[in-house]
């Protein structure tokens, strides 16, 4: 059975930093690209960030660029998003999702989600 674990979210204050970790099993994890995607209230599901299965392409999505970091552990089964100098707009839902082959693909596999609140 595949299964996608996020784990890593909480409360930080504005300018900290999080890491999100999300672990896969149930399926050959270097197969597929991961992508992190985030959610606010009220707000449409968004494009953070991806990798391909190797973990040598990365993408970011604009509000993530130059902040985030997307990088993968494929010994691990593990993706993680390094998020740097938060803001209150980063405040979302933050979901991994997994796709076969090419990461422009729609749908995959999705974790349940972990929450991150950026506040002072």
């Known amino acids: 059975q595949m299964q996608l674990v996020e784990s890593g979210g909480g409360l930080v204050q504005p300018g900290g930093s999080l890491r999100l970790s999300c672990t896969a099993s149930?399926?050959?994890?270097?197969?597929?690209?991961m992508r992190w995607y985030r959610q606010a209230p009220g707000k449409e599901r968004e494009l953070v960030a991806r990798i391909t299965g190797t973990g040598g392409i990365t993408n970011y999505g604009d509000a993530a660029k130059g902040r985030f970091t997307i990088s993968r552990d494929n010994a691990k089964n593990t993706v993680y998003l390094q998020m740097n100098r938060l803001k209150p707009e980063d405040t979302a839902v933050y979901y991994c999702n997994a796709v076969i082959g090419d990461w422009n693909r729609i749908g995959g596999y999705w974790g349940q989600g972990t929450q991150v609140t950026v506040s002072s």
């Open positions: 149930g399926f050959t994890f270097s197969s597929y690209a």
